[in-house]
DNA sequence: GCCCTTTGGGAAAGCGTTTTCGTACGACCA
DNA sequence: TGGTCGTACGAAAACGCTTTCCCAAAGGGC
C-alpha cells in the first residue's frame, strides 16, 4: 500500500508522466503497432483511426524517440563529418550547405573538428562510432590504415575530399585543383609575372599538397620553370600567412606575385605586406584559394580560386546516401569531380615597372 | 535446410557478426551484467574477471552502442547548441570551445543554425526533442512562447546567451556589454570623437539591442547627446556592414567614427570605406565587437570589444551541465557574468583635423 | 561448528520503438 | 449462402544495453 503505481483520480491528458506511443495507443484506443504505423505513414491504416491517432499525438504534442527508432531498426540516421579546423571559415560555409541537405534528408550530423592532430582523429571516429553513425565524411587529412580498418570492419560508407584509399565502400571527391590553379598562373603569366611564389599548405593534408602539385605543373605548362624559393611552407591559418610572406620578403629575389593554398593565408599575406608597407597589387599580387565569404571585401578584395562548398556539400552527402540505402551496389565508388576556377577581383595587377615597361614600348 | 542460421564451422573470433555485449559476455565466460559492470567501472567486479571482459573488448574492438545505452539509462549525453549563424567565425569559435569541454565531460552536440530565421527554430527545437537531448544552449534570438512552454513540460534544460526568461531551470548568461562599449566610447571621446556612429545589429537579436543600448547610455554617460541619425541598422553580416556604412555616407554631417555591434559588421564598414577613398583612422576611426580571430589582420588591424568566447562556452556549458547532473537544486538558475573589454588595435585615431588643431594649440 | 554478514556475479525486467506474423472481418464471386 | 481473398489491425518478439534483485560462497564472531 505504501507505493501506489497508478493515482486513480489521473486525467488522461496528463502529460507529466511517460509519453510513448504505447501512451498514444492507449489514449487513441488503438495498438502500439497501428501508432507506429500512422507516424511512421507505412503500410495502411485506416484515415479514420489515423486521423485519432494523429489528434492525439498533437494534443501531448508527442516526439518519438529516435534512440528507440535507431536501436530497432538499425538506423541511427546520423552522419559524421570530420574537418580540420572549424575556425578556418571556409568549413563553416561547407557545414551549413551539409547540414542543409542532411536535414532534409531526414539526417542529422555530429561535427568533429580535428585540429590538425591526426591523435585527436581516433578519437572522433571512435565518438561516432559509438553514436552508430551511418556513414562519415572526411574533410582532413588521411586516415590511417587501422582506423580505416576499423571503419571498414564495420561497413561504414566514408567520403574523402580529394585523396582516399581505394576500396569498396569508399568514395572519393575529386577536385580538379589543376584547372583552376592554371587559370591563376595564365592570369598572372598573361599581366606579366614570371616570378610567382607558392605558399603550401600543412604537409599533412592530401589537398594541400594536391594544389601544390597543380602550381608546379601550372607553371610548367605557362613555361616558367618555378624556383624551389619561390615555394614556402604555410599552415592555411592567418599566422602561417603572415610568417610565410615574411619568409619571402627575407629573401633576395622577392616574387612578383603570391600565390597561396587557401584563402586564410592569402589574408595572412596581405596583411604582411601592408605591415611592410608594400601595395597590393602595385607592389605585388596575390591570389587566393577556396573564395571564402569574406575575400569579397578583403583590402583589396581578393583575386582567388573558388570551389563551391555547396557542390562538395552536396557531391558528399549523396555519396554516402546512396551507399547507405543501396549498399551491395557499388554505384557508391564512382567519383565525383569537383571544379575550381579563378575569380579575378582586385589584388592582381602588372608587375612593378610593367605598365612603364608597356607604356614605353608602345609609343 | 534453404537458410541455415549458424554455420557450424564458425570461429569465435568471428567479427562478421553482430557484436554486443551478450558476444563479449560468450567470449569471456561471463554473464552480460558483468561487462556491463566492467565497462561502466561501476561496482565491484573481481579484477580477474575484469581482465578477461577487457581482453575480448580489445580483441574485438567492441565499441558499445549508446543509443541503447541511452535508451536504458535515460541519458543521452546529448546536448544540443543552437547559433544564428555559423558563418559568422564568432561561432565557431564559440563552438570549437563548447565542443571541447563537452567531450571532455563525455557529451556530444548537435549543431544548428537557425539563420535569422524564427520559424527555422521550431524545426532545430524538434529535431533536438527527438534526438533527446539533456540540454540546450540558445545562442540565438529569443524563444517564442509556445516552443519555450513544449522545452518546460519536457523539463529540458536551457541556457540562453544574455537574455532569456526567468523560471526555473533556465540559465542565463548575462554579459556585460557596457563595460567594453563604454571604454569604447571612452576611448573615442578621448581622442576627440564627438560625432559617433553606431551600426547595430538585427532588431530580434537581443545581444545586439542590448549593445545598441550600452553604446546610447555610454555616450550619454561622456556627455555625448547621440544624434538618431547617427544610428543605422545593420545586420551582423559583411554587407550589411557595407551598407550601413553606405547610409552613413550619404548624410551631410558624417561621423568621425563609427562603432559596429560586431566585427563582421566592421569588417564591411572598413570595406565601405576602402571604396569610397576615406582612410581608416586617418579620415575615420572604426571600431567593432567580439574580436574575432580575423580581427587582428584586417586593413588596418582593427580595434574592437573582446568577449571571451570561451568564457561563454564553458558557461553554458557548467549551467547545462549542473542542471542536468542536480535536476532539482536551484543552483542551475545562478547567473553568469560575462566580462567585456577594449582591444585598441589600429583603426582608431584622432579625428580628421585634430592632430593639427592640437599642434596649434600647443606652440 | 553454526549462524550471520558481506561480497561478487547471474537472471531477468525493462527502456521506446519497429516489424513480423497471425487473425478477424468484410468483400467478392460462384 | 459458402468459400476465397485481401486488407487492417493487434500481439509479441526483438534491438543492445543498464540495473535491480537475488543467490551462492566465503569470511568472521561466538
Not at 578556418?88 to 590538425?116: D, K, R, W
Request: hydrophobic residues 40%; charged residues 25%.
Amino acid at each position: 500500500m505504501t507505493n501506489d503505481p497508478t493515482p486513480p483520480n489521473q486525467t488522461p491528458e496528463d502529460a507529466s508522466e511517460r509519453m510513448d506511443i504505447r501512451t498514444i495507443a492507449r489514449l487513441a484506443n488503438v495498438s502500439i503497432a497501428t501508432v507506429s504505423r500512422t507516424i511512421n505513414r507505412v503500410s495502411t491504416v485506416n484515415p479514420k483511426m489515423a486521423k485519432r491517432v494523429w489528434e492525439v499525438i498533437e494534443k501531448l504534442d508527442f516526439v518519438p524517440n529516435t534512440q528507440a527508432r535507431a536501436l530497432v531498426s538499425g538506423r541511427s540516421k546520423l552522419f559524421g563529418l570530420l574537418i580540420s579546423e572549424i575556425t578556418n571559415p571556409f568549413f563553416p560555409e561547407l557545414i551549413q550547405g551539409f547540414e542543409e541537405i542532411a536535414v532534409e534528408h531526414g539526417y542529422e550530423i555530429l561535427i568533429s573538428s580535428t585540429n590538425h592532430d591526426p591523435k585527436r582523429m581516433s578519437h572522433c571516429i571512435r565518438r561516432m562510432l559509438e553514436r552508430k553513425v551511418e556513414g562519415v565524411a572526411i574533410m582532413t587529412f588521411g586516415i590511417e590504415e587501422p582506423l580505416l580498418e576499423q571503419l571498414a570492419k564495420r561497413k561504414v560508407p566514408l567520403v574523402f575530399i580529394d585523396v582516399g584509399p581505394d576500396r569498396p565502400g569508399i568514395s572519393v571527391l575529386k577536385v580538379d585543383y589543376h584547372h583552376g590553379i592554371r587559370q591563376a598562373v595564365q592570369h598572372l603569366a598573361a599581366l606579366g609575372h614570371r616570378r610567382i611564389a607558392f605558399v603550401s599548405g600543412p604537409k599533412l593534408l592530401h589537398s594541400a599538397q594536391s594544389r601544390l602539385a597543380a602550381y608546379t605543373k601550372s607553371m610548367h605548362e605557362c613555361g616558367i620553370v618555378p624556383d624551389p624559393g619561390w615555394i614556402v611552407e604555410g599552415d592555411h591559418t592567418l599566422e602561417g600567412g603572415v610568417a610565410a610572406m615574411g619568409q619571402l620578403l627575407a629573401q633576395d629575389d622577392l616574387a612578383t606575385a603570391v600565390l597561396c593554398s587557401n584563402d586564410m593565408t592569402a589574408i595572412g599575406v596581405l596583411h604582411k605586406l601592408y605591415r611592410t608597407g608594400l601595395r597590393v597589387p602595385d607592389d605585388i599580387s596575390v591570389i587566393g584559394f577556396d573564395d571564402i565569404h569574406i575575400a569579397e571585401v578583403t583590402i583589396p578584395p581578393l583575386t582567388t580560386i573558388q570551389m563551391s562548398r555547396f557542390e562538395i556539400a552536396k557531391a558528399a552527402f549523396d555519396a554516402l546516401q546512396s551507399q547507405v540505402e543501396s549498399p551491395n551496389q557499388l554505384i557508391g565508388k564512382r567519383e565525383f569531380n569537383i571544379s575550381t576556377s579563378l575569380i579575378v577581383r582586385e589584388s592582381t595587377s602588372y608587375p612593378r615597372g610593367t605598365m612603364e615597361h608597356l607604356r614605353k614600348k608602345s609609343t
